[in-house]
């Protein structure tokens, strides 16, 4: 029987892909596109998230005492398990979460390249080196190593429900972490399958990796628990709460929070490229895609050639539940309402609608909405200042790309970016200017398929960061170690000093570094 098929219905006597614990209450996870029950999972309350939590305290030590070669077997164990059933999973997500099956498959895929380069890299980038000890500790010898925390809490959204919550699992794991995992209530069974295939590639680890299933409460028990670092990924408003509570036991935080991510047309842009990836990056998963584009600024010179190429394209998308669809229903019902209050103020404030707007043909019950394309869209509206989270794409015109910039950087999110030009020097100069953890040059979304490159945000979209070495030394501790290899005729930490050390000291000083002006 798959994984899929054992789903947990705490209904069903012996079942379970998911530890109950003394829970009764339940929730269903349904389909978004027909509504049918995907999964029944328990609501975890505090007592039993304490209970998975202290499981997962023993189970880390053992998982640290592996060392990196031991976790790097076994996390090698895992990424085959999941490669090979790829299509199962894949079938899954888009069961539970509605984006299509051939989307499902890139997200596992990205999933998938994370944990083989996490498992690969963590001796290089966390293992015990020694360090330059310097001038004032030449007689010792200085080691620095990163060492793990213990468990981590990991609190992930719905919209990526494989790759978004293994960018911290995966990498919590490697860096010799033991993982207690909350997904999303809108996605609980991707949640209960990850953790299934962890225990059946990896029996000796089972408790390494856990899921506890419920809402806001579950996770927020977390906290109090508590866990010894919390990766939060979710909203901004949402990522306050968690905060709040975790800052009530001094847990430390990952933010990975929302985005309101800009593209940058310059005058040499490939357009047709640019308009390409626009729309990719606008549209694809219905546009609840954190470092999805959601406005896009292009200089007069490129202007009407892009407006025209991007609804060329946009007007052959069609979205749906079958497999011809481009992108799925939204997920979360309730977001079709943010996305509908965002499009008709815009078009309250003069915006042109080129495809989509507000009318009946846009949002159908069955809870799509139709890819909208907005000019001219003012920008303190709602749908240039705040994450819509839904197949939109503002378009404005600006005089050049230092407009572009400016604009593309002022609001309060910081998350990602991209910008299209044919100079390499000129793009990379504004990519480093803009105010945002990640820029693709003539691409978009790249940098979440590169393992090596951290992934993380500024402003309301986050701080801390998953993925690369930075994603690795994230969940660790700093551990700084010196070894006293030979004894200083003269020791100037000891009440024995002679008088007239500190003096010696300070000429010392005043050679080396009294030259400097
Ligand atoms: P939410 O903020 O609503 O929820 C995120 C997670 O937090 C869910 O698992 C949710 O559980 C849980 N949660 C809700 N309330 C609490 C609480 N009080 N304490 C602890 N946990 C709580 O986000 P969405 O699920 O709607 O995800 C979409 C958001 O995530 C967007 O803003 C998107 O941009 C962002 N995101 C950011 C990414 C990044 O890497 N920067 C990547 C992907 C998404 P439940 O669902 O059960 O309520």
């Known amino acids: 029987m798959s994984l899929a098929e054992q789903l947990d219905t705490v209904t069903g006597a012996a079942a379970g892909t998911v530890d109950r614990h ?121 080691y620095l190593e990163y060492q793990p925390l213990g468990v981590v809490g990991v609190i992930g959204p719905w919209n990526y429900p494989v ?53 806001g409460a579950t996770g927020a028990a977390l906290c109090r628990v508590p866990v010894d670092k919390l990766a939060f990924t979710g909203s901004a408003a949402t990522g306050k709460k968690v905060m709040a509570a975790c800052a009530e036991t001094l847990t430390p935080v990952l933010m990975e929070l929302g985005g309101k991510d800009a593209m940058i047309v310059d005058d040499d842009a490939d357009v047709a490229a640019a308009a390409d990836a626009a729309v990719w990056g606008a549209m694809s998963n219905g546009g609840q895609t954190c470092i999805g584009i959601e406005r896009v600024y292009a200089t007069e010179a490129v202007y009407d050639r892009f407006v025209d190429a991007v609804t060329t394209q946009v007007r052959s998308l ?37 495809t989509g707007g507000t009318d009946a043909d846009a949002f159908p019950a069955e809870g799509y909405v139709a890819p909208t394309v907005l000019l001219d869209v003012p920008e303190t509206s709602a749908a240039v200042q705040e994450e819509t989270f839904g197949p939109t794409l503002t378009i404005t015109r600006v005089r050049d790309a230092e407009e572009a910039l400016q604009r593309a950087n002022a609001t309060s999110y910081g998350l990602a970016g991209a910008v299209f030009s044919a100079s390499k020097d000129k793009a990379m100069d504004l990519a480093r200017r803009m105010h945002s953890g990640m820029t693709s040059i003539n691409s978009v979304l790249t940098f979440a398929s590169v393992p090596a490159l951290p992934f993380g945000g500024v402003g309301d979209s986050g701080f801390g960061r998953i ?19 030979v004894p200083l005729p003269v020791n100037l930490m000891s009440f024995g000093r002679p008088a007239n050390a500190a003096d010696a000291l300070a000429r010392v000083m005043g050679m080396v570094h009294g030259r400097h002006r």
């Open 22 to 142: 003394a829970t009764t209450e339940t929730f269903e996870s349904t389909a978004p596109a027909s509504g049918a029950v995907v999964g029944v999972f328990p609501v975890h309350d505090e007592a039993a998230v304490g209970e998975t939590v202290t499981r997962a305290r023993a189970a880390a030590e053992r998982w640290a005492a592996l060392g990196f070669d031991g976790r790097k077997q076994r996390l090698s164990a895992y990424r085959g398990y999941l490669a090979r059933r790829m299509h199962e999973l894949a079938d899954l997500v888009h069961r539970e979460n509605g984006k299509p099956h051939a989307d499902a498959i890139l997200e596992i895929t990205l999933a998938v390249d994370h944990l083989a380069w996490a498992a690969g890299h963590a001796r290089k980038t966390l293992g015990p080196r020694r360090v330059s000890p310097g001038l004032l500790a030449a007689n010792h010898a200085a």
């Open 163 to 215: 790759f978004t919550p293994m960018g911290s699992i995966a990498y919590a794991l490697a860096a010799g972490n033991a993982v207690v995992f909350k997904p999303s209530e809108h996605t609980p069974a991707v949640g209960a399958w990850l953790a299934a295939a962890w225990r059946a590639a990896v029996p000796d680890s089972a408790d390494a990796f856990q899921v506890v299933t419920g809402y």
């Open 318 to 354: 069609r979205p749906g539940a079958d497999g011809e669809a481009t992108y799925g229903p939204m997920t979360m019902s309730s977001q079709i309402e943010v996305v509908r209050r965002h499009v008709a103020d815009a078009e309250a404030a003069g915006a042109r609608v080129v």
């Open 467 to 485: 993925h690369g070495e930075d994603g690795l030394k994230e969940f660790t501790r700093a551990k700084a170690i010196t070894r006293q290899r």
